[in-house]
């Protein structure tokens, strides 16, 4: 009896501190789902000729910068009409017709609705938008460049094309966590310029890191898909590729500079790194609209990251590179062709032998066309990156420039050689044109890969 | 010695593995339908089939073809009994130099073993791998499409003689 008041009591404080716990929750519930409360803007009507061509040409090169096309069009579909698919650790998200149709596109947007969708990542009608839409980045514009994107984008083609909905799974399809996402990881507003770094660097950054959003692929991403801003740039992935990291642990034998940087976007070809391939071929592509300027100032502000330049140690990196590609890159003499009567081939593995018979004749020293020669394979990023797959990749799809279009042109090998073939030519690949340890995943990463292939 | 299986016949070839499989189709077995153009790739005047899929014999060394079934166009028919690809395109006239011809069928043959009736726009993809420098590509699309309705009608042949 004497313990019974205790045991009563401590009951009571359990459920009180229970109460209490909940009330709490329900209060910060309360909170939050106020603070994302975001309301319906009304429809506006707008005229493609309302628009100064002066803006409209303005937002052009700003959304090429953007490489707004290549998410917000799908293959073989109408510019800017929607239905790629983004695909994301959480399932697929489907880029949104953009264009000015009234009824599937944003045509009933508004400025201000616009606005606030690339600045807060809110649809017109108050939807959250999930981050697979940039706006970690697109914040970062400034007023006259959205007022710019908003005139190029309704003076577009409209286009009647429903957007697909995404496929992800429960509860992730609850747009209410886009919104606890964004309390977590958006940091919202426009760049703030470095005073202490030059001018061109503060444009470079405010391309880079606004409407470019090169960190959505090249910055890795935390558990919960946001970017770890403490590893800028640090490797990352898109569309299925590596995306290489462009910092100071980049792969790229040579270290990039900015004049590397400036011919890779500006011609997709940079004589000491290679051709732009996979994802980066639509940016490059899409970079021709944008003036020198602005191109050399993404290269110079990227260029920053991978350290400073001109140091001895740099120095000495680029000359032990470039004369290990030098003895590396086969010569014509070691081409054998023989036919009848040849002797047996020097004991070399067989994917020397593959590579021999599939690959030298191109890739040596002065092959290839005389308009487009391959780098020495031990310059290339993809035989000297963290991770198989971009070579295996390029293996099997080849490099083709976009049909009917000039580019420079690779073969895949997809439909000609077997699954152990590709995996010992890529091996091979490794040991001869790179200094880096052997990858210990490219028969399992093949497998993945030709998983995905359409049957 | 590698052993090649070359329009079902087995073949004992003495090259260097890293031979690619035009010289020696060409050189050592005397089939000289698949066409050396650029030697890179680029151009499909060398393609053959291997294992169903059209791939450039130029850039294939025979140390990969062990125990791959490798067709040519001399597989296609011959000169007296010329097979339904052959036929659209003597039907169509698709050859003007006739240079990129053998290239062109083989990949033709393999479209319509994977697609009986493909569309203008699938033909056009499936081809791009190919070129014609003459300019008679829209000669070699109608050859496709003839071959696609000839093979039809040689696969109903038999059927229709069956239930008379």
Known sequence: MIAAP??????????RILLGLLIVIAVAFGAFFTWQWRGALPPATTSAHAFDPGIVAKGAELAAIGNCAACHTRTGGKPYAGGFPVETPF?????SNITPDRDTGIGAWSEAAFRRALREGVARDGTHLYPAFPYDHFTRLTDGDISALYAFMMTREPVDQPNRPPDLSFPLDWRIFAAAWKLLFLDKGPWRNDPTQSVDWNRGAYLVEGAGHCGAC????NALGAEDKHRRFAGGSGEGWHAPALDATSPAPVPWSEDQLFAYLRDGFADRHGVAGGP???VVRNLRHAQDADVRAIATYIAAFAGPRDTADRQRQTQAALAFAQQREPTLGSLVRTTTGAAAADASSAGGTLFAGACATCHHAGGGLPASRPVALALSTPVSDAQPINLLRIVLAGIHPPLGQRGPIMPGFSGALTDPQIVALVEYVRAHFSRRPPWPNVAQTLAVLRGKEAP | MTILNVNGKQHQVDA???TPLLYVLRNDLKLNAAKFGCGLGQCGACTVLVDHNPVFSCLMPIS????RYIRTVEDLGSADRPGPVQRAFIEEQAAQCGYCIPGMMMRAQALLEKNVAPSDAQIREAMAPNLCRCGTQMRILR???RAAKLMTVELDTPIREAKR
């Not at chain 1, 205790?6 to 459920?15: L, P």
Request: glycine share 18%; hydrophobic share 30%.
């Open chain 1, 6 to 15: 205790s045991q009563h009591n401590g009951g009571w404080m359990v459920g």
């Open chain 1, 91 to 95: 399932g697929v998200v489907y880029g």
């Open chain 1, 218 to 221: 090249h910055t890795p991403r």
């Open chain 1, 280 to 282: 980066m071929q639509p």
């Open chain 2, 16 to 18: 260097d593995p890293r």
């Open chain 2, 64 to 67: 990969a073809l062990d125990g």
């Open chain 2, 143 to 145: 050859a496709v499409h």
